[in-house]
């Protein structure tokens, strides 16, 4: 479980949160119709390295790349591929991680190209509510079904549904760590948080059904009906009644 009590371990976790977020902001200025999910990808390696961290994706269990792009229906994992053009309307979830100093972070974002419609900008902005209401939760002596609950609920309200098939987690000196935290749940179910540990809340959230598949590939998740999905992620330390954001 990523608990960090240090302050060297808190000071690494900061550290390559901040190199996550300085990606994101530079691969959102950069990201533009032509462009393609592979020249995203390079330019976001290069930065990470740059900064003396290591692409945490690359090589995870077999992941071929330093950045997980995934376009319209498709949900999260997308691989970049010199193939993939972005285009106007696009809306473009970008996952970052990168380890420094022994410890990783994790965010990502969803981008919207130009003049997308506002059915999809309208799931953009929930989706990041969303996160934003998850986050809120992440008090100390709240439970991980918080979490989830005030992401779900927030959700169906505005007629959207939550991915169940994947979860947000623990991170710290591994990826992946408990707990999970589902982007659903029932308030004060599941594991209590307490200070110093470290979560990655990032909901998944369909324009249509809840359900996803994998491609051929093996990686990249989509919607099983093809609607629209969004992305958007935070790694955070629970710390009191204000968690810190550390990819903020
Ligand atoms: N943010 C994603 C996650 O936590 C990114 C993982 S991509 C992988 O699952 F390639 F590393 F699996
Ligand atoms: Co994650």
């Known amino acids: 479980m990523g608990i960090v009590t240090l302050d060297k371990d808190v000071a690494a976790a900061r550290e390559s949160c901040r190199i996550v977020r300085k990606v994101l902001n530079e ?30 994706f690359l090589n995870y269990n077999g992941y071929p790349a330093a950045v997980c792009i995934s376009i319209n229906r498709e949900v999260v994992h997308g691989i970049p591929s010199a193939d993939r053009v972005v285009e106007d309307g696009d809306i473009v979830g970008v ?37 934003n209401r998850g986050i809120a939760a992440a ?47 029932k308030a004060g179910n599941g ?16 324009a249509g ?5 994998y491609l051929q590939d093996g990686w990249t998740v989509v919607t099983e009906d093809g609607a629209l999905s969004a992305h958007a992620e935070n790694t955070i330390m629970v710390n009191g009644n204000h968690p810190e954001i550390l990819t903020a």
């Open 209 to 213: 059904t809840a359900m996803v598949r």
């Open 27 to 56: 691969l959102a200025q950069f990201t533009r119709p032509g462009v393609t999910t592979a020249e995203i990808n390079a330019l976001g390696r290069d930065i990470i390295r740059k900064e003396g961290a290591v692409p945490s």
């Open 191 to 206: 594991m209590k948080l307490s200070n110093g540990l470290l979560l990655a809340i990032e909901p998944m959230v369909n």
């Open 139 to 185: 008090v100390q002596g709240n439970c991980v079904g918080d979490i989830g609950h005030a992401v779900q609920s927030y959700v169906e309200a505005n007629g959207f549904s939550v991915v169940h098939q994947l979860v947000g987690h623990g991170i710290g000196r591994k990826l992946h760590e408990k707990p999970q935290v589902p982007n659903y749940g």
């Open 95 to 131: 996952d970052v991680g990168a380890y420094k100093n022994g410890y990783h972070g994790d965010a990502a974002d969803t981008i919207m190209v130009g003049s997308v419609s506002p059915e999809a900008r309208r799931l953009v902005d929930v989706t990041y509510e969303a996160r």
